[in-house]
């Protein structure tokens, strides 16, 4: 099982005028060049297979690593 680090990120909303944290997880190449975002907090470490499956660099909306909480597979 490969390991991969992903980080929480803020982008900015211009509707709201102001930077929003995503609901996604992302690595620094992604946040940078994809979401031209910026990191936010400690990265964590997930499975490589659990990013990428709608955006390449990107975990999933609302993501949750197996373990972190009380969904099925860390999941919603």
């Given amino acids: 099982m490969t390991k991969i680090t992903v980080y929480h990120f803020e982008v900015w909303d211009p509707t709201k005028d102001q930077m929003v944290r995503s609901r996604r997880l992302g690595t620094p190449d992604a946040i940078k060049n994809t979401a031209h ?34 969904f099925p597979g860390g999941k919603r």
């Fill in 37 to 70: 975002g910026r990191e936010v907090g400690p990265g964590i470490d997930v499975d490589a297979s659990d990013v990428g499956h709608e955006i390449p660099g990107f975990t999933v909306r609302d993501y949750r690593p197996p373990g972190s909480g009380d």
